[in-house]
């Protein structure tokens, strides 16, 4: 059974960091896809950040040069390094993964991912 369980969210002033961090277990001898997405209230989710499995990172507009997206194997880990956090960037983030060495239909869609983390809340104050 998969599950992820993310960490690292609180709350911060415009221009701090954070990193959040997702714990995967159940993958046990395939490969997959992981990433980063995120929602504010009346929003939808929209991605942020997402890794294909042989470390390839594919990044919103939004947040190319601010966050950076990171995998550990050895840790079954997924990490997002945020700076120059901005009030925009608050929202709920959630970690996803999907099974398969990319996602072809497009890395960054929602719908592409099987499963989901329950959410760290991120909250920048201006």
């Known amino acids: 059974q998969v599950q992820l369980v993310e960490s690292g969210g609180g709350s911060v002033q415009a221009g701090g960091s954070l990193r959040l961090s997702c714990a995967a277990s159940g993958f046990i001898g395939i490969s997959y896809c992981m990433g980063w997405f995120r929602q504010a209230p009346g929003k939808e989710r929209e991605g942020v950040a997402v890794?294909?499995?042989?470390?390839?990172?594919t990044y919103a507009d939004s947040v190319k040069g601010r966050f950076t997206i990171s995998k550990d194997n050895a840790k079954n880990t997924l990490y997002l390094q945020m700076s120059s956090l901005q009030p925009e960037d608050t929202a709920m983030y959630y970690c996803?993964?999907?099974?398969?060495?990319?996602?072809?239909?497009?890395?960054?869609?929602?719908?592409?991912?099987?499963?989901w983390g329950q959410g760290t809340q991120v909250t920048v104050s201006s």
């Open positions: 890794i294909d499995a042989v470390g390839r990172p």
């Open positions: 996803a993964a999907v099974e398969g060495n990319e996602v072809g239909a497009g890395p960054m869609r929602v719908s592409e991912y099987h499963y």
